[in-house]
Each structure stands twice: as C-alpha cells, then as structure tokens.
C-alpha cells in the first residue's frame, strides 16, 4: 500500500505562483507514474499533468500548458507542481495520485492505483 500526502495549497491573488509538493511513502516511488488533478466544486476531476518514472516524459494540460511545471525527485519521494500566474479558474482540490501502469497509459483516473486526499487552492481574483 502506498500513501501519498500533498501540501502546498493555500489562498493566493491572481497572478501569484505556488508549489505543491506530494510526499510518497510505502509502495516503490520510483515505480509509479505521477499524475497531478485537479477538482473544483460542481465540476469533474481534471488531469492537468503527469511525469514518467524517470522524470523524462512530461504531460501537461491545455488549461496549465505554459503555466504549471511538474517534477519529481525520486531520492525524497516527493513529485512537485509549479504553478505560475495562477488564475481564478485554477482554484480547486489539487490531487496527487501514483499509477503502476506506463505513463503513455496513465490518461484517466482510473489509471491511478493510489490518491492523496488533496490540498485546497484558492486564487482570489
């Protein structure tokens, strides 16, 4: 079983940047693709971004492409999500989840074997 904690969240302006960090622990970190969502109230689940095991292949949403950055650093578990000129349309529940499938695969939530309980962003117009 593996457990996945995320941090970072908070209220910010629009504009502001952010870094979320998601700890791993138990399961191989390194053996999983890391996949970043994100769910705002009334709306579903959203996959903005996901990382290979390696830190090679990078994903990224239409809606954060050129925004967000994500990134892994497999020697601390920790897999993070840069967020730069945040919007108001970015606030929402942010979720960290681990998939031991491909990362070419690993599109869909239900791809994604373990989740972290979120961290709440909130951008202030």
């Known amino acids: 079983q593996a457990q996945l904690v995320e941090s970072g969240g908070r209220l910010v302006q629009a504009g502001d940047s952010l870094k979320l960090s998601c700890v791993g622990s138990?399961?191989?970190?390194?053996?999983?693709?890391m996949g970043w969502f994100r769910q705002a109230p009334g709306q579903e689940r959203e996959h903005i971004a996901r990382?290979?095991?390696?830190?090679?292949?990078?994903y990224y949403s239409d809606s954060v492409k050129g925004r967000f950055t994500i990134s892994r650093d497999n020697a601390k578990n920790t897999v993070y999500l840069r967020m730069n000129s945040l919007k108001f349309e970015d606030t929402a529940v942010y979720y960290c989840?681990?998939?031991?499938?491909?990362?070419?695969?690993?599109?869909?939530?239900?791809?994604?074997?373990?989740w972290g309980r979120g961290t709440q962003v909130t951008v202030s117009s």
């Open positions: 989840a681990a998939a031991s499938g491909g990362v070419e695969s690993a599109v869909a939530a239900n791809k994604y074997d373990y």
């Open positions: 138990g399961r191989a970190f390194t053996a999983h693709t």
């Open positions: 990382i290979g095991r390696n830190g090679i292949f990078k």
